[in-house]
């Protein structure tokens, strides 16, 4: 299969479908079916298998999908059988909670580098790591291969710093910020926006 | 148009899309296109045109859609021409960010009250809001008629909190807690997972 003839919507699905199997692990499981796995996620069987399907024969007709070998699978697939080094930019109350989230370990991803602007910050310790100064993100990004960065700046200093991050390497940023970043192509941007997900169920309401 | 026949997966798209219209009319723009909507998200005009089509007609073949109309009317659906009040739970890192977030204000949504179970935060000023007992979470929430809420908590706490926003009349939740939560039927609730974002990216790696 070719990376390009995947639809990224169907990309974008992958890691929810993996969670569900993490969820499912957790919980003892050893079997389960895309009909069980629709069910939870709110997406139709038919929907999950041709997900699947663009990837390879994962399941068989009649007796579900072996959870541990599909995680496997999709891990193999977003490329986490790996671990990510990943640059956190911004260390205020949102760097802070994300470098004490607990949710990166074990799912492919660990902070490795903190930066901030402010003096005050600079210098100080946060989860094992000492804050570095934003003047250092470039090289350092550049001369510890990373590839993967957070962006939790206030909206006014994160186009520079997705630029800086872009020139020293990396492909891959989540962004914060509340402003929509210019990269180049090649460099994947994705965002958190809470207001998109309370938007999503207010539409019930 | 019954709310029952609308994919879950199609109301998930409406806000992305309300979202790029918002950006294009604070570039100025008055029309635009399924196709250059398209080209923006990573999502086909085709799918777009058959989205929309599920709640009305908004553009005219060769005209495109008008931007400012086509965003009175998602705000309508979706429900945000009212502004919705939320509950912050949890007045750590992640509240404090929450807190001061900007991108609440004029799409739909302000904290009204935020709530900790630590009494040193407790009765402290946070974005001109006073941090409340968890203890008065319920009689709140209830007085207060509040129908959203964002659980910020560690995810020890997350389960039992959900379960008073319920009780409490709560019908929507946005939980950044690491956990999956458990309410009845009739409840929304929607996650908040950095790591599925990440993860969709280093596919492509």
Redesign the interface.
């Given at each position: 299969m070719s990376?390009t003839t995947i639809?990224?919507?169907v990309?974008?699905r992958?890691?929810?479908y993996?969670?569900a199997l993490n969820?499912l692990a957790a919980e003892g499981r050893e079997i389960t079916s895309s009909q069980e796995l629709g069910d939870r996620l709110?997406?139709?069987s038919a929907q999950i298998r041709k997900d699947l399907s663009h990837f390879g024969e994962f399941g068989k007709q009649g007796t579900g999908y072996d959870i541990a070998f599909l995680r496997e699978q999709l891990q193999r697939?977003?490329?986490?059988d790996q671990i990510?080094d990943?640059a956190l930019v911004g260390a205020?109350?949102?760097g802070?909670?994300?470098a004490?989230?607990?949710?990166?370990a074990g799912?492919?991803?660990r902070i490795v580098a903190v930066f901030d602007n402010d003096p005050a910050k600079i210098g100080q310790n946060l989860a094992n790591l000492v804050i570095q100064d934003n003047q250092s993100l470039g090289s350092v990004v550049l001369a510890q291969g990373i590839?993967?960065a957070?962006i939790a700046t206030p909206?006014s200093g994160a186009q520079s710093v997705a630029d800086i991050l872009v020139n020293s390497g990396v492909?891959?940023i989540?962004n914060y910020a509340?402003i929509?970043l210019t990269v180049p192509h090649g460099v994947?941007v994705?965002?958190?926006?809470?207001?998109?997900?309370?938007?999503?169920?207010?539409?019930?309401?």
């Open positions: 990376i639809p990224d919507i990309v974008g992958l890691p929810i993996l969670r969820f709110g997406i139709s697939i977003l490329q986490i990510w990943v205020g109350d949102l802070h909670a994300l004490h989230y607990g949710g990166f799912r492919g991803f590839r993967v957070l909206a492909k891959a989540l509340p929509t994947r994705q965002y958190i926006d809470p207001v998109v997900h309370l938007q999503r169920m207010t539409f019930y309401l």
